[in-house]
T-cell receptor, first 117, second 114 residues
Framework: QQQVKQSPQSLIVQKGGISIINCAYENTAFDYFPWYQQFPGKGPALLIAIRPDVSEKKEGRFTISFNKSAKQFSLHIMDSQPGDSATYFCAASMGLRAQGGSEKLVFGKGTKLTVNP | ETGVTQSPTHLIKTRGQQVTLRCSSQSGHNTVSWYQQALGQGPQFIFQYYREEENGRGNFPPRFSGLQFPNYSSELNVNALELDDSALYLC?????????????FGQGTRLTVV
């Protein structure tokens, strides 16, 4: 119920290609779906996020597609660059207590993206 | 850089020992969450502190405990360390409230238990 399943585990693309990472969830209590990018030795950083009432969100070369009925969402990286080489995590968030605080994030296991020059 | 700072950056401890990790939240943020990231895995939620009180806890044993101070900085304490506790421990701060706000992560503390 709490899991977010992410695939593939690793991905190699050529510079200029499209990188696609897929995620699936079960718990309908999730209400926010962010993607995080993590470079070695660094903490995760928010890349782009979507709410379930939207089917697609685009920011620059990054696009999230969201299918609420299938409980699936994906990240597309257009014109992939060597600087995009990093580990990408999808996540889903749900609220904790009724008053105040913030949501907790449930992460996928990550996708290591390598973009060859 | 996010403005969330963690210390120390690396730490080596012996099984059975206790450890304290520290986190300074970003200015204006009153909520701190702690995550454990094992090698090759995604971060897992340990617990969250909001205005100095625990606001939710993940599936971690009681030997994982925390504190939040009046300035909203936080500590993660782990007692009776086990080899499986070896991981990157991440602190994330956020402004709190129920809306979907971004969590800003620190660079983490790499804990190795030998």
């Amino acid at each position: 119920q709490q899991q977010v399943k992410q695939s593939p585990q690793s991905l190699i693309v050529q510079k200029g290609g499209i990188s696609i990472i897929n995620c699936a969830y079960e718990n309908t209590a999730f209400d926010y779906f962010p993607w995080y990018q993590q470079f070695p030795g660094k903490g995760p950083a928010l890349l782009i996020a979507i709410r379930p009432d939207v089917s697609e969100k685009k920011e620059g070369r990054f696009t999230i597609s969201f299918n609420k009925s299938a409980k699936q969402f994906s990240l597309h990286i257009m014109d992939s660059q060597p600087g995009d080489s990093a580990t990408y995590f999808c996540a889903a968030s749900m609220g904790l207590r009724a008053q105040g605080g913030s949501e907790k994030l449930v992460f996928g296991k990550g996708t290591k993206l390598t973009v060859n020059p | 850089e996010t403005g969330v700072t963690q210390s120390p950056t690396h730490l080596i401890k012996t099984r059975g020992q206790q450890v304290t990790l520290r986190c300074s939240s970003q200015s204006g943020h009153n909520t701190v969450s702690w995550y454990q990231q094992a090698l090759g895995q995604g971060p897992q939620f340990i617990f969250q502190y909001y205005r100095e009180e625990e606001n939710g806890r993940g599936n971690f044993p009681p030997r994982f405990s925390g504190l939040q101070f009046p300035n909203y900085s936080s500590e993660l304490n782990v007692n009776a360390l086990e080899l499986d506790d070896s991981a990157l421990y991440l602190c994330a701060s956020s402004p709190g409230g129920r809306v979907n706000t971004e969590a800003f992560f620190g660079q983490g503390t790499r804990l190795t238990v030998v």
